[in-house]
């Protein structure tokens, strides 16, 4: 749908605006929001979180539509009063400063009680001429864009200072044009969220349908008709009766553990050292490209370079879903090694590597591995070598074991691909809804004149 344009434009003297409507005014944030961005707290700790009392605020509790207030830590009222000036009100705009989240952004628009925020989160106060509403869809516009562009921090750590806010120019229409745009850009975005939910909705089943195609492969076989047997493993259930149920102690040479010396927050150069990221194992995919830069002042552990033919699996991770995720390296880059989150795995000669991949990242090895996680060896979304040995799997022989990891490179395939046009599919759909705030946010389209309802 094509919208209309203001009847005139002026120029707005800064880059990133260009041309704005003639009845819009262009400013800095600090002269239209109140900004505290250099929050901090006396000492605060983890052992001072309460089970009741003022609420505090972290990113997580701002990511979503809504802002989470029940997911939360709590600290004292006397905590609470020595920084009077992050206490929480209606309509202030909270802004993650920091990191990954750097950006992430959402608008007070009730309190359930006294509430704060840590210091990862900016807190921005709209004066008279700009409300929070339309604020926050500034933020979650291109705008955003430039903001990262003047990110600073130390070890390449992105994080935006007060005055970087404070002096950003940004445009300030009307107040009635400003409700206008947020009554628009509510619906409009809404739709398009619910779009994207859908699409994320079908990557969930298709996660789940390949998941399951995996896991009956490996335990199951393909032959429909060929006798099954008890497999005394609760989490395997019946497998054929030719296969060899045994203790992953009888599948496993060697495991190897690697090193993690203190690196660059970056990725390694072509020609540099990297030492690879537990993360380069998610989803049981192997991706070089997540790894760190080894300064060179350290000397590199030649023996634990990874090379094409591995088996690795992430033993740690600051996600327990993530603890396990195993992958085969088909082709890596030189000069990567493992980190000591990570172990490389050295199979006997009856085991086919892409089966035992797909042994491992099926659901009764997840099961395993997440009942080890939850136990006392298990600490600290660890997986020690000693109880890894203690998993069971079915082995087939050598000949099954081939042509069920062709049959499954054949079906996977067929699910990725639809799961990576539903990715494509989200993808634009954000970049539509980014473009859509952008337009109406800078007064390239007029919606004065189209009440929400009328908008399709």
Not at 164 to 179: A, C, G, R, S, T
Not at 254 to 259: D, L, N, V
Not at 277 to 286: I, Q, W
Request: proline share 5%; aromatic share 8%.
């Amino acid at each position: 749908m094509s919208f209309p344009r203001y009847p005139e434009y002026k120029n707005s003297g800064v880059e990133w605006l260009e041309e704005v409507p003639t009845s819009w005014e262009i400013s800095r944030l600090g002269f239209e929001a109140w900004v505290r961005a250099r929050l901090g707290w006396k000492g605060l700790k983890a052992e001072e979180y309460l089970d009741e009392g003022v609420i505090f605020l972290a990113t997580p509790n701002i990511k979503g539509a809504e802002i989470d207030f029940q997911n939360v830590n709590y600290i004292s009222d006397e905590r609470y009063d020595e920084s009077p000036e992050i206490k929480l009100s209606v309509g202030d705009v909270l802004l993650a400063k920091d990191g990954s989240t750097l950006g992430t952004v959402n608008v007070v628009k009730a309190l359930p009680g006294p509430t704060t925020v840590n210091s990862s989160i900016a807190v921005i106060t709209p004066f008279a001429s700009m409300t929070g509403r339309f604020l926050r869809y500034i933020f979650n516009s291109s705008f955003m864009e430039q903001m990262i562009q003047k990110t600073k921090g130390g070890m390449g750590v992105p994080h935006l200072f007060q005055s970087d806010l404070n002096k950003f120019y940004i445009p300030v229409p009307p107040i009635d044009d400003q409700e206008a745009v947020t009554a628009f850009l509510d619906l409009e975005t809404s739709k398009i969220d619910a779009l994207v939910a859908d699409q994320e909705k079908l990557i969930a089943l298709l996660q789940e349908k390949r998941q399951a195609v995996i896991s009956h492969a490996v335990t199951k076989g393909l032959d429909p008709d060929v006798p099954m047997k008890d497999s005394g493993v609760e989490w395997l259930g019946e497998v054929p009766g030719h296969w060899e149920v045994c203790a992953l102690r009888r599948v496993i040479a060697a495991i190897e553990q690697g090193w993690s010396p203190e690196c660059y927050a970056r990725e390694a150069e072509e020609q540099e050292w990297g030492v690879l990221k537990a993360g380069c194992l998610n989803g049981g995919n192997f991706r070089p490209s997540e790894n760190k830069a080894l300064p060179p002042e350290l000397c590199p552990e030649e023996a634990y370079e990874v090379r094409a033919g591995d088996v690795l699996m992430s033993r740690a991770s600051g996600s327990p879903e993530l603890v396990g995720s195993t992958a085969l390296v088909k082709a890596t880059r030189e000069r990567l090694m493992l980190s000591d989150k990570i172990f490389r795995l050295k199979l006997k000669e009856f085991v086919n590597t892409a089966f035992f991949v797909a042994a491992l990242n099926s659901r009764p090895l997840r099961i395993q591995i997440e009942n080890a996680l939850s136990g006392g060896n298990g600490m600290a979304n660890n997986l020690p070598q000693s109880s890894l040995l203690t998993f069971a799997m079915a082995v087939p022989t050598l000949a099954e074991q081939a042509t069920i990891t062709v049959f499954l490179d054949q079906e996977t395939a067929k699910l990725d691909i639809l799961m990576a046009e539903a990715r494509t599919a989200i993808t634009l759909l954000q970049e539509r809804r980014t473009a859509l705030i952008s337009a109406a946010v800078t007064g390239q389209i007029d919606v004065r004149g189209i009440a929400p309802r009328d908008v399709s």
